[in-house]
């Protein structure tokens, strides 16, 4: 039987199309099985990092990049802070891997449609893109929050929603379609264009936040924690009244910590006031997470007076500072490596060569530990070092 060229030229296409498909088929089939043999092995076998992360957090840490980089410990640095202002609990926290070749499978079918996010959280189960980012975990661990607010205390919702309505009582997020079109190549031109200065005017602490409730909540969260003094002109000097809102809203329901705008206020001081207003802050709220970085800078002005005064007493008075701050209670992984830095260098200053030396080998045993994943070194910092090697507090 004759069969015409484009007959033949069909066949031949539908035979390519198929060994393709086939081809398509089996390298995605090997991606997934060696994805859900890799799960399930870590899940029968875990190595200890993965043991002691869900011995002190009650949830598993999963996915890549866990052995092989600090992002565990910068993980439960962000999580010890996050309990500290309010208990919370997961499922589990996934770390995603930039590999295609390592993703599950609807990950690599969003990696080709998507336009891409740092993370995400889905009820209880927090996604993470690896490498790790600190903001990232606060900003989903804020959405895990509240949600669980949200299900005790409905009117959370209504209250935070109200915040950002117009005068004519529309809604100032994007539309549903518009915010379905967010996360698709192609469509993001669909969605209505975002200006920063416009968007902050309607209380919108970024342009991302004006997407929906639940990012205007993780996003203004975020900033608090990350931030906070880019909430001065918001709070007090030249102030925003819906972020305002928003963020008294935010510390009602413990979503921030409730003396934030307070922390806030006393950042907004200068010298004299400054050591005031902290001085009275860190009598008010004790334990507070905040008091490192106050103690910290504290300190850093009473050493620069020393020095401009050439007044021992203002240095050991720094030096005080110094040493309260990295007995705080809750130790900053930003914070808590400066003040042994600090503390090196003020005594370096003042022949002190003994402390500087203790300290200076503190940094490195904190550097160190943060680079095996110590899980507890915004806990417990290197107290246990020092005190090993004859300092008292």
């Not at 402390?355 to 503190?362: D, I, K, S, V």
Request: with cysteine.
């Amino acid at each position: 039987m004759h069969i015409s060229p484009l007959m033949s030229l069909w066949q031949r296409c539908k035979k390519g199309l198929f060994w393709s498909a086939l081809a398509l088929f089996s390298f995605h089939l090997a991606t997934q099985t060696y994805h859900t043999a890799r799960a399930l092995y870590y899940t029968a076998y875990p190595t200890e990092i993965r043991r002691s992360f869900a011995e002190k957090f009650g949830f598993p840490l999963q996915g890549y990049d866990i052995e092989e980089t600090n992002s565990a410990a910068q993980i439960a640095a962000v999580l010890h802070k996050e309990k500290m202002e309010m208990d919370f609990s997961l499922d589990a926290i996934y770390i995603r891997s930039f590999s295609y070749l390592q993703k599950p499978i609807h990950e690599q079918f969003f990696s080709m449609v998507g336009t891409g996010n740092g993370g995400y959280c889905y009820n209880k189960f927090v996604v993470l893109q690896s490498p790790v980012w600190e903001g990232t975990v606060h900003h989903e661990i804020k959405h895990a929050k509240a949600y669980a607010i949200w299900a005790a205390h409905p009117e959370f919702i209504e209250k935070w929603e109200a915040l950002a309505k117009g005068k004519n009582g529309q809604s100032l997020y994007l539309s549903p379609q518009e915010d379905w079109c967010y996360d698709y190549k192609g469509l993001r031109n669909f969605v209505r264009e975002q200006n920063k200065k416009e968007d902050e005017k309607l209380g919108f602490v970024s342009s991302y936040a004006r997407r929906n409730s639940d990012e205007d909540i993780a996003e203004l969260c975020e900033e608090a924690e990350l931030k906070a003094p880019n909430f001065i002109p918001w709070l007090y000097t030249a102030p925003n009244q819906r972020i305002q809102a928003k963020t008294r809203l935010a510390e009602q329901y413990q979503l921030i910590p409730p003396y934030f705008s307070a922390y806030v206020f006393v950042l907004s001081q200068q010298k004299e006031l400054f050591m005031k207003t902290s001085d009275d802050f860190l009598k008010r709220h004790q334990k507070s997470i905040y008091e490192g970085s106050l103690r910290k800078n504290r300190g850093k002005f009473l050493e620069e007076k020393a020095l401009q005064l050439q007044i021992k007493e203002y240095a050991d008075k720094a030096m005080e500072e110094y040493k309260n701050g990295i007995c705080a209670p809750y130790k900053n992984i930003d914070v808590y490596p400066e003040l042994l830095e600090n503390i090196a260098e003020c005594a370096s200053h003042w022949k002190d060569e003994r402390t500087a030396t203790l300290y200076r080998n503190a940094l490195e045993e904190y550097r160190k530990r943060e680079n095996a994943n110590d899980l507890s070194l915004s806990i417990n910092g290197v107290t246990d070092y020092l005190l090993a090697h004859g300092e008292k507090f």
